[in-house]
């Protein structure tokens, strides 16, 4: 079975820029999850989609980051205008629901710099 | 206060040897706990979840302490390959988020 697939793995942007990640969750896994990893610093959670419902968007930083997943199947983050600070590892889960809801599969990250 | 807590090491530790990290917890309301692996530039991976009862997966034994709100993880006959940064895990019931430590880094050094 495939795992969790994320394009790219890199990605260098300078500061204004638009980036968009792309995450393919688990075939049949309803529950998608976006967090990102700061250097230095611990991973947090970004934002849940349940298929293509935004379930949770509470660690989403600002209004320059837009999740999206239409047809509840893959997810795009897009970063527009792309800061300094937008710098890290952003990572996609996806996981089953009701009582597997934690065992969350991540994929490989994106990492993104923006100089 | 961070709501998770984690020495992040490193600790270094022959092989073969018993190696345990603890970990804190800030919310007392936390209700599932985890030990992630991750290796150098790789994805998390999920190692095991944490029972109230303290669970065991070989040589890894994970127990809970909600009065004192810590999570430990004890690994006994240390392997090369148990070499990554273990991070800790919370969960709230009322979302699905997973609430990371900033992980402990262990070496194993034959």
């Known amino acids: 079975e495939a795992g969790v697939t994320q394009f790219p793995s890199h990605s260098v942007i300078e500061k204004g820029q638009t980036v968009t990640l792309r995450c393919d969750p688990i075939?049949?896994?309803?529950?998608l999850y976006w967090y990102r990893r700061v250097m230095g610093k611990e991973i947090k959670f970004l934002l849940h989609f349940v298929k293509e419902s935004k379930q949770d968007e509470s660690g989403m930083p600002n209004n320059r980051f837009l999740a999206e997943r239409t047809g509840g199947t893959y997810s795009t983050l897009k970063v527009q205008p792309a800061e300094l600070e937008d710098s890290g590892v952003y990572f996609c889960?996806?996981?089953?629901?009701?009582?597997?809801?934690?065992?969350?599969?991540f994929g490989p990250g994106t990492r993104l710099t923006v100089t | 206060r961070k709501e998770v807590e984690q020495d992040p090491g490193p600790f270094n530790v022959p092989e073969g040897a018993t190696v345990a990290f603890n970990c804190t917890y800030s919310?007392?309301?936390?209700?599932?706990f985890f030990w992630y692996r991750q290796d150098c530039r790789k994805e998390p991976k999920l190692l095991m979840s944490?029972?109230?009862?303290?669970n065991e997966d070989g040589r890894f034994t994970a127990q809970l302490n909600r009065a004192s709100q810590y999570i430990s993880l004890l690994i006994r006959d240390s392997k090369l390959s148990d070499s990554a940064t273990y991070l800790c895990v919370a969960t709230m019931d009322s979302n699905y988020q997973l609430i990371w430590g900033a992980g402990t880094k262990l070496i194993i050094k034959p």
């Open positions: 944490v029972y109230s009862s303290g």
């Open positions: 919310n007392s309301a936390s209700q599932s």
């Open positions: 075939s049949g896994h309803d529950n």
């Open positions: 889960a996806s996981s089953q629901d009701d009582g597997l809801k934690y065992e969350q599969y």
